[in-house]
């Protein structure tokens, strides 16, 4: 089976510019997430989306990000504008339902955003 | 307010030994307790998962352990080898999956 998909893998940008990165996830998995993982830290969830609705958003700052997930499928993290913060490493994960011992998350590479 | 901590931030094993990675969680809604390992430059993979009905659980050199009531699990390799060399992360759900929390991870390095 194809593994989760992300691109881009490397971005780099001045702060205040925006910046998107995109995830298609594995065939058939109805709930995406998308986690920001600094350096020397765990992945902190950002968003959970259930097929094409959001599950949890809790820690997402929506003053600057956002997230869709159009026809249930691929995805989408935006931030605008960037602050030198965001410098992490954006990781996409997909389950086919919900994230838990029966159901773990199968994660991309990862996009590793540098903000100068 | 960290609520899966993994207290060490690095372990040095000698390969063929034991290798045991710690992890506390503060949140009486955790239900299931995975383990992921993380190469560089590539996404954490799924490596083990118990849930708070059972203590123990394995698969291969890879055992965890749940102290409910201490709050604690650990994840037990033996024998180590060079390749389980990576970072490893604990994370924590409630039992619909919601709510998944990672540890902020042990380098693991087993010496040949």
């Known amino acids: 089976e194809a593994g989760v998909a992300q691109s881009p893998r490397y971005k780099i940008i001045e702060k205040r510019q925006s910046v998107a990165f995109w995830c298609n996830p594995i065939?058939?998995?109805?709930?995406l997430y998308w986690y920001q993982q600094i350096l020397g830290q765990g992945p902190k969830l950002l968003i959970q989306f259930q097929n094409n609705g959001v599950v949890d958003d809790s820690q997402l700052p929506k003053d600057r990000f956002s997230a869709e997930r159009l026809k249930g499928v691929d995805s989408t993290l935006k931030i605008q504008p960037a602050k030198l913060e965001d410098s992490a490493v954006y990781l996409c994960?997909?389950?086919?339902?919900?994230?838990?011992?029966?159901?773990?998350?199968?994660f991309g590479n990862g996009t590793r955003l540098t903000v100068t | 307010d960290q609520q899966v901590k993994q207290n060490s931030p690095s372990l040095s094993v000698q390969e063929g030994r034991i290798s045991i990675l710690n992890c506390d969680y503060t949140?009486?809604?955790?239900?299931?307790f995975l383990w992921y390992k993380k190469y560089p430059a590539e996404g954490p993979t799924f490596l083990i998962s118990?849930?708070?009905?059972?203590d123990k659980n394995e698969d291969g050199r890879f055992t965890v352990f749940l102290n409910k009531s201490a709050k604690h699990l650990s994840l037990h390799i033996v024998p180590s080898q060079p390749g389980d060399s990576a970072v490893y992360f604990c994370a924590a759900s409630d039992n619909a999956g919601n709510m998944l929390t990672f540890g902020g991870g042990t380098r693991l390095m087993v010496k040949p």
């Open positions: 949140n009486s809604m955790f239900d299931y």
């Open positions: 065939s058939g998995h109805a709930t």
């Open positions: 118990i849930s708070s009905i059972k």
């Open positions: 994960a997909s389950s086919w339902r919900t994230g838990g011992g029966n159901s773990p998350l199968h």
